[in-house]
């Protein structure tokens, strides 16, 4: 893995030491004078010199390989598990798949699942100006018809369940913190999908990880049916399955390499493999193929958040409402306002801050409150969720979470939920997705509104499902987990998270 240019260090440990600060050295010109440095609300840095003129500073970028380099968020055993995952290795089953069906060793073949990402495909949407059925389609005729994998699935499926679990997890936590009045349950609960958040929580903010929901992300979830459960419907252990999820984050392959997502057993994990929506490009452009020409091959439903079209009378798409990186505040916002406080709350009224919910905007755009209003009393907030993203506004919440921990300073609990991510504007920008075809690795807000737009077409065009109207997720709660509440449930469909230790470093032995 080929190292910054501008960056070289020795000794290399698995966390920055106040020595290594994570940066990667620009050049910056000599002048003779005195200059201070500005940042204003937005966030944006400004040079000012002797006589009060101000400049404004590029942003310096930082590669994944930069990020690797430093092993400061990222351990150096984690950093070759990502080097692991790529396109490659897929190819590389794909590869042995073949050669076991040339000499007959068919005990040796895996059947190869993809499952793919509703944000990975808004990514590819934008880009070449397609609707988010078409690109599934052509994804799904270019891995089975051309690469020949075996399934292609829809990870808005799994998403439901861990809408639904998130949202009873949440009213589980506030009944037991006020209703039962012992203030057993711990508010408030902080969502869990992504796992650059969970990585910067675990590393440095320990205290934190109580209040994180137990919830696999969708991925994950994916995993856990794909090995567990159509593993068995199919005769298959789960080392005999390799699973790829398409997804739009490099982080993504970190989560797949936790070791409580792996069986040891089957020496296997549950997702064996992460490419990002880069990474398909990439293929497309190894295999001479162009995604706005190649055929479309329709879904066959399998594992996949559809209804059926009433032109066509096929398998379409259908979306979920909310945010782009899953919808988690939307839905159990709604989840918890009936079954907590038995009051009603529309779709519209989240989108449109109508009926008895009300926004308040934050300092920036990746911060909101949503309340939801008592009718009886429109001074009285029920409930308290929030919009978080970026490192920002997460540095900002771990404060506001760390005063409600200490009983020195007694602070009230300013929020019950928070929608999490690490992104600005969320998963939706993801490190892995697409880049314009403006030459340059900047991704404007335009850029990240076209993504977006494409993201939310889906429900638009083919209609959305609420997760607890999937009557598929109904039936696997039955039929493989036994029952909503049972044990088995809480294996497939839960986690947990460890603070993980730092190690001291000696500055003398770090070098640049």
């Known amino acids: 893995m080929s190292l910054s240019g501008g960056l070289k260090l020795t000794d290399l440990n698995d966390f920055i030491t106040p020595s290594q600060a994570c940066i990667k050295p620009i050049n910056v010109p000599k002048t003779d004078s005195t200059t201070e440095i500005k940042i204003d609300d937005t966030g944006d840095y400004y040079e000012i010199n002797a006589y ?41 089953v794909i590869g042995d798949n073949r050669i076991a069906i040339e000499t007959g060793q068919l005990q040796r073949l895996r059947t190869i699942v993809v499952s793919i990402s509703p944000q990975s495909r808004a990514s590819m949407a934008a880009k070449f100006n397609l609707s988010i059925q078409q690109v599934y389609d052509r994804l799904n005729w270019f891995f089975k018809e051309r690469l020949g994998i075996n399934y292609v699935v829809d990870t808005s499926f799994s998403r439901d369940f861990s809408l639904i679990e998130s949202a009873k997890e949440f009213v589980q936590r506030y009944i037991e913190y006020y209703k039962n009045n012992n203030k057993q349950g711990v508010l408030p609960m902080i969502s869990s999908s992504c796992p650059g958040w969970i990585c910067y929580a675990e590393k440095t903010h320990d205290f934190i990880l109580p209040y994180i ?34 997804m739009p984050c490099y982080d993504k ?21 992460v490419i990002t929506t880069g ?46 990186s899953g919808g988690y505040l939307h839905f159990i916002m709604k989840y918890a306002a009936y079954h907590l406080f038995n009051i009603v709350v529309t779709d519209e009224n989240i ?27 429109e001074n009285e907030v029920l409930l308290c969720f929030v919009y978080a993203y970026g490192f920002r506004n997460i540095q900002n919440l771990v404060r506001k979470v760390k005063a409600v921990n200490n009983p020195r300073l007694k602070k009230p609990l300013p929020f019950h939920y928070v929608e999490v991510m690490a992104c600005p504007s969320g998963c939706i920008n993801g490190g892995g997705q697409l880049k314009s075809d403006n030459g340059s690795n900047y991704v404007s807000k335009e850029w990240i509104e076209q ?23 109904n039936e696997l709660y ?35």
């Open 52 to 92: 009060g003129e101000e400049t404004k500073l590029e942003t310096a970028t930082i590669t994944l390989n930069d990020c690797l380099a430093c092993s400061g968020c990222i351990t150096s055993a984690e950093s070759m598990l990502v080097s692991l995952q790529s396109h490659k290795e897929l190819y590389n």
């Open 213 to 246: 929901d137990t919830t696999k992300s969708p991925q994950q979830v994916m995993g856990s049916i794909i090995k567990y459960y159509i593993g068995g419907k199919l005769g298959l252990l789960p080392n005999q399955i390799y699973h790829v999820a398409v």
């Open 253 to 273: 392959k970190l989560e797949a390499s936790r070791p409580c997502f792996t069986n040891e057993t089957y020496k296997t994990r549950d997702v064996d493999c």
């Open 279 to 324: 990474e398909i490009e990439k293929m497309f452009e190894e295999q001479s193929l162009d995604i706005q020409t190649i055929p479309e091959l329709p879904s066959d439903g399998f594992l996949t958040k559809y209804g059926i079209s009433n032109e066509t009378n096929k398998p379409i798409l259908l979306g979920t409402l909310g945010s782009s």
């Open 351 to 377: 989108i449109n801050a109508t009926g008895p919910i009300r926004f308040k905007q934050g300092r920036n755009n990746d911060y909101r409150e949503v309340h939801l209003i008592n009718p009886e009393n």
């Open 451 to 473: 993504a977006e737009n494409a993201y939310q077409s889906i429900s638009l065009v083919n209609g959305f499902q609420d997760p607890t109207d999937n009557s598929a997720i």
């Open 478 to 512: 039955k039929e493989w987990l036994e029952s909503p509440e049972s044990a088995k449930a809480r294996e497939m469909l839960h986690t947990e998270y460890k603070a993980i230790q730092k190690s001291e470093v000696n500055a003398l032995m770090v070098s640049w």
